[in-house]
């Protein structure tokens, strides 16, 4: 009886160990990172964007923004979007990157006339440093501009920003 008892209490023990167990943190998925930047140069002039990882706090992403340069009537109004993939640890990352920017040049009295469009791409090449947690972010880099009419490869920008 006792025997039987001692085997019970046993596999009771090994039968809740999993619930005891603890996960380790590095299988423990992490949310992407997201963050927002001003960036000057680029694939827009002036520009306000968002830039999210797929998962985690590196490996491929996607930016959108939005900016230009101007006045109400006359200026340059730009849309880039791309893909983009941070490799390095720390918060210190080599960024490669490639996109399209949508542009609208105007030169009139409103904003329809006299305008013209076009889309032309990027690449992007540089680094990025940006926390673990939510905090600063900064990035600087070369950014080839690919158009009708050439390649443009010595182009390039500063941006700075928050993460969260």
């Not at 998962?55 to 491929?60: E, F, L, R, V």
């Not at 006045?71 to 109004?77: D, H, M, W």
């Not at 960024?95 to 889309?119: C, Q, Y």
């Not at 940006?130 to 490869?153: C, D, M, N, W, Y």
Request: proline content about 5%; charged content about 15%.
């Amino acid at each position: 009886m006792k025997l039987n008892l001692f085997a019970l209490c046993l596999l009771f023990t090994i039968g809740i160990q999993p619930i005891f167990a603890q996960r380790n943190l590095d299988d423990v998925p992490q949310p992407p990172a997201r963050s927002v930047f001003g960036e000057i140069g680029g694939p827009c002039l002036f520009s306000a964007n968002y830039d999210q990882r797929f998962k985690g706090q590196k490996g491929w992403g996607f930016r959108v923004g939005m900016g230009g340069i101007g006045f109400l009537t006359s200026g340059v109004f730009a849309v880039p979007v791309g893909f983009n993939h941070l490799s390095g640890s720390d918060g210190h990352y080599l960024e490669l990157g490639a996109g399209a920017s949508a542009i609208t040049v105007t030169d009139g009295e409103s904003f329809f006339e006299n305008s013209n469009s076009t889309v032309f791409g990027y690449l992007n090449f540089g680094y990025r440093y940006q926390p673990e947690k939510k905090g600063f972010t900064a990035r600087v880099f070369i950014s080839p501009l690919i158009t009708g009419a050439g390649v443009f490869p010595f182009y390039g920008g500063i941006s700075a920003g928050f993460k969260f």
